[in-house]
T-cell receptor, first 115, second 111 residues
Framework: ETGVTQSPTHLIKTRGQQVTLRCSSQ?????VSWYQQALGQGPQFIFQ???????GRGNFPPRFSGLQFPNYSSELNVNALELDDSALYLC??????????????FGPGTRLLVL | DQQVKQNSPSLSVQEGRISILNCDYTNSMFDYFLWYKKYPAEGPTFLISISSIKDKNEDGRFTVFLNKSAKHLSLHIVPSQPGDSAVYFCAASANDYKLSFGAGTTVTVRA
C-alpha cells in the first residue's frame, strides 16, 4: 500500500477521443511523475510536475498534457487518442523535487484500451 | 531506443536458492540505478538502489552489484522466498528526474 491511488482502474476509448486520468498522491508529496507502460515493456517517463509546474518531459507529443493541483491530486490528459496509446498509465509521487534519489511511490495504474 | 535492457524475461528458482537478475545499460551518463518490484494489479515498489560511486549495495536479502566498465548491474536475492515471486524492473537515471526502465524480469520462486 503506497498511499497513491489512481482512477479509473480501466477505461475503453475510441481513436480520436480525449481521456483524463487521475492520480491522488500522498499528502505532502510535492512531485508527481507519469509513466506509460505498454504491454511487455517497462514504464516510459511521460512528464513530471513539481508544485504544479511541469519540470521535465520525456519523448511524448504535446497531446499528452498534465495538471497538478494544490491538494496533491493530478491529471494526465491525452487528446486525439491513437491505437498505440493503449497501455497501463502509472503515476508516482515523491516528497521532494523529484530527484532520482528520492523514493517514488507508484499507484496501481489505469489500464487504457483504445479501439 | 531501449537504454536499459533486461534480457531475461523470466527466471524460475527454488525456494531457499539464490535469484540473480541481470540488467545492461547503454547510456554512459547514467549514474544512479534502482530496482523495483511489482506484484499483479499493484504499482512498482522501490526495492534497492546504487550510486555509480559504489559497486555494491546490500539491504537484507537483497544485494545490487554495479560494473560500470561493463555497463552491467545485477540483483541478488538470497535466500529466495515465495513472496519474492513478482516482476522486477531495473531503472537508471542520468542525475535527473527521468527514470529509464527495462522491460522487467518475472521471477517465480518454486516451493
Amino acid at each position: 500500500e503506497t498511499g497513491v491511488t489512481q482512477s479509473p482502474t480501466h477505461l475503453i476509448k475510441t481513436r480520436g477521443q480525449q481521456v483524463t486520468l487521475r492520480c491522488s498522491s500522498q499528502s505532502g508529496h510535492n512531485t508527481v511523475s507519469w509513466y506509460q507502460q505498454a504491454l511487455g515493456q517497462g514504464p516510459q517517463f511521460i512528464f513530471q510536475y513539481y508544485r504544479e509546474e511541469e519540470n521535465g518531459r520525456g519523448n511524448f507529443p504535446p497531446r499528452f498534457s498534465g495538471l497538478q493541483f494544490p491538494n496533491y491530486s493530478s491529471e494526465l490528459n491525452v487528446n486525439a487518442l491513437e491505437l498505440d496509446d493503449s497501455a497501463l498509465y502509472l503515476c508516482a509521487s515523491s516528497l521532494g523535487s523529484g530527484t532520482p534519489q528520492e523514493t517514488q511511490y507508484f499507484g496501481p495504474g489505469t489500464r487504457l484500451l483504445v479501439l | 531506443d531501449q537504454q536499459v535492457k533486461q534480457n531475461s524475461p523470466s527466471l524460475s528458482v527454488q525456494e531457499g536458492r539464490i535469484s540473480i537478475l541481470n540488467c545492461d545499460y547503454t547510456n554512459s551518463m547514467f549514474d544512479y540505478f534502482l530496482w523495483y518490484k511489482k506484484y499483479p494489479a499493484e504499482g512498482p515498489t522501490f526495492l534497492i538502489s546504487i550510486s555509480s560511486i559504489k559497486d555494491k549495495n546490500e539491504d537484507g536479502r537483497f544485494t545490487v552489484f554495479l560494473n560500470k566498465s561493463a555497463k552491467h548491474l545485477s540483483l541478488h536475492i538470497v535466500p529466495s522466498q515465495p513472496g519474492d515471486s513478482a516482476v522486477y524492473f531495473c531503472a537508471a537515471s542520468a542525475n535527473d528526474y527521468k527514470l529509464s526502465f527495462g522491460a522487467g524480469t518475472t521471477v517465480t520462486v518454486r516451493a
